[in-house]
């Protein structure tokens, strides 16, 4: 596998800026998850990698290598769609062989077999290999579209929402394959979504992306709990962070020039000793844990509870945020770090 790096990438169709001064790098055999919703430059960035498009500015690297101004091919880069980009009338074994069997590969047929075969299995496709891609389900069509990636033993695999296209349950199914694959053969893997769920679960690092441009990029634990501003807070977690107004709860260590502060649902706290008076507004049972929705002054929150809530529509109750979980932000949006003792004890777990 490979490294692949790009510095100062940038892209415009017309006077769309699709990205915009891209530095970063992918470790050799890293998974970086690009989250950011649709439009952000997502696709763009793949396909610049890819080499299906020019970059205006910057350069891509690969290994060190300026790959900027070679074609597709030369690159040596898997890339998977969204859609799945199969032949129909094929059997999943030729889907799989055919980037094998491309003029220039000089593979021989039982070092085709052996390849197709050992990937399938990878994947846990290897009873479906005579079957026609049509006869597949829409989970194991992406799974040999994936096979196909593999097969070729890319140095670097682009994967442009893999997923998306399947219900949840097989998403998940996929989810944890795709990361015990990339584990097993160490790949290097730029993998882009609009889905946090997958951007948490499959990253090692995430770069969450705005108008073509990275607003930051870190571990998802990082990006979770020390978000750059309010956009990043909001991109990740689910339920969504509540982002309030700095004066509504009194909350201790607040630093000066916090106008909003941000808590997560499982960070706030109810029926609790000198908690703010609020009003149940609204209940939602999720299974395991429940959504309670809570007006307070002028503001509304939700705090996410274990288990079943004790709580009825139209209760009073008190509430308050999690001591050191409040996240404040500044009048622009970005947050302020908290002073250096809360920072030490936050480390520390103290
Ligand atoms: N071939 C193209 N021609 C014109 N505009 C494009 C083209 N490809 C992408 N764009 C524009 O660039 C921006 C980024 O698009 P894209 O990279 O597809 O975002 P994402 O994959 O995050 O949804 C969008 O505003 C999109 O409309
Ligand atoms: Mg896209």
């Known amino acids: 596998m490979a490294e692949v790096a790009l510095q100062d990438v940038g892209k415009s169709f017309g006077a769309t800026r699709a990205v915009g001064g891209l530095d970063l790098t992918v470790g050799d055999g890293e998974f970086v998850v690009l989250l950011g919703p649709t439009g952000a430059g997502k696709t763009t960035t793949l396909r610049l990698v890819a080499g299906l498009e020019r970059a205006d500015t910057g350069r891509i690297l690969i290994d060190g290598t300026d790959v900027t101004a070679l074609p597709p091919a030369a690159r040596n880069v898997a890339f998977v769609f969204q859609q799945y980009s199969l032949y129909p009338h094929y059997s999943v074994y030729d889907n799989m062989a055919f980037p094998l069997r491309a003029p220039g590969q000089n593979l021989s047929k039982d070092d085709i077999d052996r390849h197709v075969h050992e990937t399938a299995k990878l994947l846990r496709i290897e009873a479906k290999l005579q ?95 020390t978000p750059r501003n309010i956009y990043v807070a909001r991109r990740l977690g689910s339920p969504q962070i509540n982002i309030l107004d700095a004066g509504l709860l009194a909350i201790a260590g607040v630093p000066a020039g916090a106008a909003k502060i941000g808590a997560r649902p499982e960070d706030v706290l109810l029926r609790c000793d000198g908690g703010a008076a609020a009003t149940v507004r609204a209940i939602e049972h999720l299974g395991v844990e429940t959504l309670v929705l809570l007006e307070v002054g002028e503001g509304l929150v939700h705090a996410l509870l274990g288990g079943a809530a004790p709580f009825a529509v139209g209760d009073r109750t008190t509430i308050k945020i999690r001591e050191r979980a409040a996240i404040a932000f500044d009048a622009q949006g970005d947050r302020i770090p908290p002073p250096p003792d809360r920072a030490r004890e936050a480390a520390y777990g103290t």
């Open 131 to 225: 079957n026609r891609a049509t006869q597949l389900s829409g989970g194991e069509m992406q799974r040999v579209a994936i096979g196909r990636a593999l097969v070729r033993q890319p140095t670097i695999f682009l994967m442009d929402e893999p997923l998306s296209s399947l219900d949840a349950k097989l998403r998940e199914d996929l989810r944890v394959e795709l990361k015990r694959i990339q584990r097993d053969l160490g790949a290097t893997i730029l993998y882009v979504t609009h889905d946090q769920l997958e951007a948490m679960t499959l990253a090692d690092r995430i770069g969450v992306l705005s108008q073509g441009e990275l607003v930051q990029i870190d571990t998802p634990r990082a990006i979770y709990e």
